[in-house]
């Protein structure tokens, strides 16, 4: 068997699903450093794809190829909402019950004929939890920054949090700002064209998504999935994969006015 096996997503808690393939110090027990992908490349622990053995499953609970995505942003910004609205398709409403230090799920995507697995740390974002947080920066291949369009204060700390990121984070790491709750109108204090603006300033692609209604959830995990795979096995004449104009592009073919 050449592909890894992934989590099988049915039991959030069991501990596949939950059973992390890399951390902030290296690899876990038993780990190799590498998968196999299903278009005969070997895949090293960081993405990275190098030709070499075929694939033998086409199984869902195989993947050809692994990235680490973490959320981050203020606390109460949606980041547990929204990872709980991708893996299982639910909202977490109620009593808001605040992330303690670090937690995982694993997601098997279908990425142009390619199952792409994500494992996507939630951090918590109360400041008294920064120093766990910053120890996972550098396995991240890819962050999604939330900020709350229903909280100014959450949204004028993304500067702070892109300072962060520039000093945890790997140089090249794919980045996303998302404004979430985009569902709660009556109570939204930051405009979308804000959130353009300071994206655009700082050169990131940016949406807005609803943790409530699922509005963009899966896009925007679809589009970190798209860049990583992209730049891990690209074709000598393939185009560059631009995330913005993927994300504007599936919007617009949604109908989303968003
Ligand atoms: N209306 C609305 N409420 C949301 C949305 N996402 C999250 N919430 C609510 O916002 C609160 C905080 O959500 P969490 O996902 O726990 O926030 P978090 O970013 O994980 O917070 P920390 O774990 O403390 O960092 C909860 O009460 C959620 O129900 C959304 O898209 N729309
Ligand atoms: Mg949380």
């Known amino acids: 068997m050449s592909r890894k096996k992934a989590g099988k997503g049915k039991n959030a808690n069991s501990s596949e699903d939950r059973q992390p393939t890399g951390s902030p110090t290296g690899k876990q027990?038993?780990?190799?450093?590498?998968?196999?992908?299903?278009?005969?490349?070997?895949?090293?622990?960081?993405?990275?794809?190098?030709?070499?053995?075929?694939?033998?499953?086409?199984?869902?609970?195989?993947?050809?190829?692994?990235?680490?995505?973490?959320?981050?942003?203020?606390?109460?910004?949606?980041?547990?909402?929204?990872?709980?609205?991708?893996?299982?398709?639910?909202?977490?409403?109620?009593?808001?019950?605040?992330?303690?230090?670090?937690?995982?799920?694993?997601?098997?995507?279908?990425?142009?004929?390619?199952?792409?697995?994500?494992?996507?740390?939630?951090?918590?974002?109360?400041?008294?939890?920064?120093?766990?947080?910053?120890?996972?920066?550098?396995?991240?291949?890819?962050?999604?920054?939330?900020?709350?369009?229903?909280?100014?204060?959450?949204?004028?700390?993304?500067?702070?949090?892109?300072?962060e990121i520039h000093d945890y984070a790997q140089q090249d790491v794919v980045l996303m700002l998302l404004g979430n709750k985009a569902d709660a109108t009556q109570q939204r204090v930051v405009k979308r064209e804000d959130g353009e603006r300071l994206a655009k300033e700082f050169g990131v692609p940016y949406m807005e998504t609803?943790?409530?209604?699922?509005?963009?959830?899966?896009?925007?995990?679809?589009?970190?999935a798209k860049e990583l795979k992209h730049r891990s096995m690209k074709e000598p004449n393939e185009p560059k994969f631009k995330l913005q104009d993927y994300v504007n592009k599936e919007m617009k073919s949604a109908g989303c006015a968003c």
């Open 29 to 163: 027990k038993g780990e190799t450093g590498k998968s196999t992908v299903g278009t005969g490349s070997v895949v090293q622990a960081n993405g990275m794809v190098h030709p070499s053995r075929p694939s033998l499953s086409n199984s869902s609970e195989f993947y050809d190829i692994a990235f680490k995505v973490m959320l981050v942003g203020d606390s109460g910004v949606g980041k547990t909402c929204l990872l709980v609205r991708f893996k299982d398709g639910a909202f977490l409403a109620g009593s808001f019950i605040s992330t303690v230090g670090i937690d995982f799920r694993n997601k098997v995507l279908n990425i142009d004929r390619l199952k792409v697995k994500l494992q996507i740390w939630d951090t918590a974002g109360q400041e008294r939890f920064r120093s766990v947080t910053h120890a996972y920066y550098r396995d991240a291949n890819a962050l999604l920054l939330l900020y709350d369009v229903t909280n100014r204060t959450s949204f004028d700390n993304i500067k702070a949090w892109l300072t």
């Open 210 to 224: 609803s943790a409530k209604s699922g509005l963009n959830v899966e896009l925007a995990f679809t589009a970190v």
